[in-house]
């Protein structure tokens, strides 16, 4: 399975990619990449137009991605833009989490023959950074549904409360109501994973 990070839109209040944020002697990519060659991924690929990502030694897809973000308020595009959709078995992981070792474990080793989705999900664990969840990544087996699914998202983008993320693919994927989110319906990670909003939330992580 190939293991692709989202690392693409526009996030005007960035001045660059927070997935390069530093995070010791690594940026934040670097250490989800790490994780994952370290628990036997070899398949890699980051999803990106960027150039700052140059450097990396992945294979790099050049992914047309039309979001953009100005803070908490989406100016452009559909944050599903973000998944360069395929039709072999792919997990796609968002580049801004900064994932435990046990975190990257639970996803690569969890299987299915659908679609998985991983997360945060109250009650949180004391090293947990924020009140609220945050969304860590698919695993996607069965393509078509995916495929669908990103496809109603945008079609019924106005029947969402706010612009449709990662919560309301998965509850149009599980096929719940829109807007009512069961945190009981996808695998939970709870330890310190978490997204980081604004670079002085790296300073929340302490290994």
């Not at 945008?154 to 993320?165: E, L, Q, S, T």
């Not at 330890?191 to 939330?201: G, L, P, Q, R, V």
Request: aromatic content about 14%; hydrophobic content about 40%.
């Amino acid at each position: 399975m190939k293991y692709i990070i989202l690392c693409g839109g526009k996030y005007l209040r960035w001045e660059r990619p927070r997935q390069l944020t530093p995070l010791g002697k690594e940026a934040v990519i670097e250490r989800t990449i790490r994780l994952l060659r370290e628990n036997g991924v070899e398949d890699i690929a980051i999803s990106t137009n960027n150039p700052a990502f140059d450097f990396l030694d992945i294979e790099h897809i050049r992914h047309e991605n039309p979001f953009v973000c100005d803070g908490a308020k989406t100016v452009g595009g559909f944050w599903v833009d973000a998944f360069p959709l395929t039709d072999e078995p792919v997990c796609y992981v968002l580049g801004d989490v900064v994932f435990s070792e046990k975190a990257i474990q639970t996803i690569v080793n969890t299987e299915t023959d659908d679609i998985e989705f991983f997360a945060s999900a109250p009650p949180f664990a004391l090293n947990y950074p924020k009140k609220y969840a945050e969304p860590f990544a698919f695993k996607v087996v069965n393509t078509e549904h995916f495929r669908a699914a990103v496809q109603e998202v945008k079609d019924n983008a106005k029947h969402f409360i706010r612009h449709p993320i990662a919560w309301e693919l998965w509850q149009v994927i599980k096929g719940t109501p829109y807007n009512i989110i069961d945190y009981g319906n996808y695998t939970a990670i709870n330890d310190f994973t978490c997204d980081i909003d604004k670079e002085a939330d790296i300073h929340n992580f302490i290994f």
